[in-house]
């Protein structure tokens, strides 16, 4: 049963110092533009949604929260067409009318459209082309691309993209990747706007830009949906809050009102109190196990640019130790390089393990030593998306489930099955392909896959973005349980919170430069932040 509240204007000091408490009392009496009555949809084996009603307003920002397979990306594919009429029951009413789209062409002619989390862009077509890319503009029966240069500039100029249209996508940053495609978006004729996870992949100034251009979209009349786990931006920028839980509408909530903050969003949730946002540990921290002395990796294209500079830092057993950078910092770089020199041209630089050096030339010298890497890109580069859990699981090392050469499936599914259980993998079964798993449940198994090496020191990309609340307590359990096991491990992560009250020392990167080495206890995001945007390196603390 949807309820909401119509206890007034009162809000955060977000809300107040935007001046937003008029502004969200004529959304409150604005008309419904979209209604979705008890929609259910099913795929073999499982009930995705159940019964979920959704309504929203017009000119709102519309957020849906929810744990990770709880149905959000789900209900929106149900309303955008992707999964077309006829493959769910329940009913679209939409600006009044009931609609029955066959298929997303037909939703966007409408005037909703869907920008998903994996965007949707052709990296080696410029921005014009892809703004244009199966909507291309017409005149005498031929493309019009001088009337198309025309558009998008104005498309650019009204989503703040300030780019030479002729731009090639693998050119430009994630951020502004993703205001092509809202401005793609715009092409269409957008009245209702669908963002999956739009920040997920965004550094902080980025995710600030897109925020204040949906605010802008609101003040135009336009209607946002947004799915996010990132549960501060949610409060800051949403009007009312639909959450989900296991497939089913569990309450709509005006953020407006009195007492809706970040808990109250997470215990509608998860179902019950949270206490805190990371399990209790206390470290017992070894010697120094494996340190990198003068690393430094050139780009692998622009040959003037090095990556990393003269990097050194160390990993003491049982002990995790967090990296912070803006975007582009060399973080990734970082760790990719000493994965088997997995990334650029490696200049020079030693690394030592248990007093001793050794040679990483190779992902296979790199696993062979103990080292383990968590891409922060799952599905491109952590998971073969045409594989089953159990197949994931045990494709980094599998020489420890084959006998002469002949993989032994009864150990191969026994060993899934445990890591399953261990990691608290959802699903029927280690037979189910991971792509019909959700973000959380897909960075286990990647996570199972380098357990199953037994490494000495796990590198960890991003290892919980575009995944909820509940999912990144339970993989900050996994980590610290490593490190009880005297384990060494990285943290990249761009959430300094994250960072803050998971690692035991924090190192600072800008422009490849290792600029800071933090202690737990004296790490605030203040001085974080300055060590991340400076290349003068500051003493260790």
Known sequence: MLRRSRSGPAWSWRAAKRGAAVVNAVVNKAPTLLEMRSITKTFPGVVALADVNLEVRTGEIHAIC??????????????????????????????????????????????IVIIHQELALVPGMSITENVFL??????????????????????????????????????????????????????????????????AALNEADSRHLLELLREFKRQGITSIIISHKLNEIEAIADSITILRDGRTIETLDVHADGVNEDRIVRGMVGRELGSRFPDRTPAIGEVFFEVRDWTVRHPIST????????????????????????????????????????????????????????LKSVADAIGHGLAYVSEDRK???????????????????????????????????????????????????????????????????????????????????????????????????IQRLAEQGKGVIVISS?????????????????????????????????????MTSTKKMATR
């Open 495 to 531: 959430e300094l919170p994250e960072l803050i009250g998971l690692c035991d020392r924090i190192y600072t990167v800008f422009e490849g430069t290792i600029t800071g080495n933090v202690s737990r206890r004296d790490a605030d995001p203040e001085l974080l932040m300055k060590q």
């Open 134 to 199: 199966g909507n291309e503009p017409r005149r005498r029966g031929a493309i019009d691309w001088r009337g198309a240069q025309r558009r998008v500039v104005e498309l650019m100029e009204q989503v703040g993209l300030k780019e030479d249209p002729d731009t090639l996508i693998k050119d430009i940053g994630v951020g502004q990747q993703q205001l092509v495609e809202i401005a793609k978006a715009f092409a269409k004729d957008v009245k209702l706007l669908i963002l999956d996870e739009p920040t």
């Open 304 to 359: 003037e640019r090095l990556v990393c500079k003269n990097s050194s830092f160390n990993v003491r057993r049982g002990e995790i130790v967090g990296f912070a950078g803006l975007m582009g910092a060399g973080r990734t770089e970082l760790a990719m390089s000493l994965f088997g020199r997995s990334y650029g041209i490696w200049l020079g630089g030693h690394v030592y393990k248990d007093g001793k050096e050794i040679q």
């Open 380 to 478: 491109a580069i952590g998971l073969n998306l045409l594989d089953d859990i159990k197949t994931s699981i045990v494709a980094a090392k599998l020489p420890k489930i084959t006998r002469h050469g002949v993989i032994d499936q009864v150990k191969e599914h026994r060993v899934a099955e445990e890591y399953r259980d261990n990691l608290r993998v959802k699903a029927p079964t280690v037979d189910e392909g991971v792509t019909k798993l959700s973000g959380g449940n897909q960075q286990k198994v990647v996570l199972a896959k380098w357990m199953f090496t037994d490494p000495d020191l796990l590198i960890l990309d991003e290892p919980t973005r575009g995944i909820d609340v509940g999912a990144k307590y339970e993989i900050y359990g996994i």
């Open 66 to 111: 929810g744990e990770n397979g709880a149905g959000k990306s789900t209900l929106m594919k149900v309303l955008s067409g992707v999964h077309p009429h006829g493959t769910y029951s329940g009913d679209i009413i939409y600006r009044g009318q009931e609609v029955r789209f066959a298929d997303i062409r037909a939703s966007e002619r409408a005037g």
